[in-house]
């Protein structure tokens, strides 16, 4: 599975943005899929995650709200949609498929396949 993360973009805060991750692969619906992200000098942060039939989702508690994960098997995409952004919410944001059991969900050492990263700017 290849993965494709796009729809960063620098905003202000309170405006909204779409994440996409796209994939190639027959197998992608068969996958959890994950967005996480990274500020500089800090570890890789679980933000919400997608079971592979979109009947589960996951968030970290500082999106939870705000952010709404989803996904179209169909179009082989998981969207991470960004409301009332915050300034903290800056970072790299990367998408990520695998197979995790519940209780490893936010573990990021589980994830077999990543995209190459989007950047999220929110002003003050």
């Known amino acids: 599975v290849q993965l494709q993360a796009s729809g960063g973009g620098l905003v202000q805060a309170g405006d909204s943005l779409r994440l996409s991750c796209t994939a190639s692969?027959?197998?992608?619906?068969?996958?959890?899929v994950t967005w996480f992200r990274q500020v500089p000098e800090k570890e890789r942060e679980f933000v919400a995650a997608?079971?592979?039939?979109?009947?589960?989702?996951y968030y970290t508690d500082s999106v939870k709200g705000r952010f709404s994960i989803s996904r179209n098997n169909a179009e082989n995409t998981v969207y991470l949609q960004m409301n009332r952004l915050k300034p903290e919410d800056t970072a790299v944001y990367y998408c990520?498929?695998?197979?995790?059991?519940?209780?490893?969900?936010?573990?990021?050492?589980?994830?077999?396949?990543w995209g190459q990263g989007t950047l999220v700017t929110v002003s003050s």
């Open positions: 990520a498929a695998g197979k995790p059991i519940l209780s490893s969900t936010r573990d990021s050492r589980i994830y077999s396949f």
């Open positions: 997608v079971r592979s039939s979109g009947g589960y989702t």
């Open positions: 692969g027959r197998t992608f619906n068969t996958y959890t």
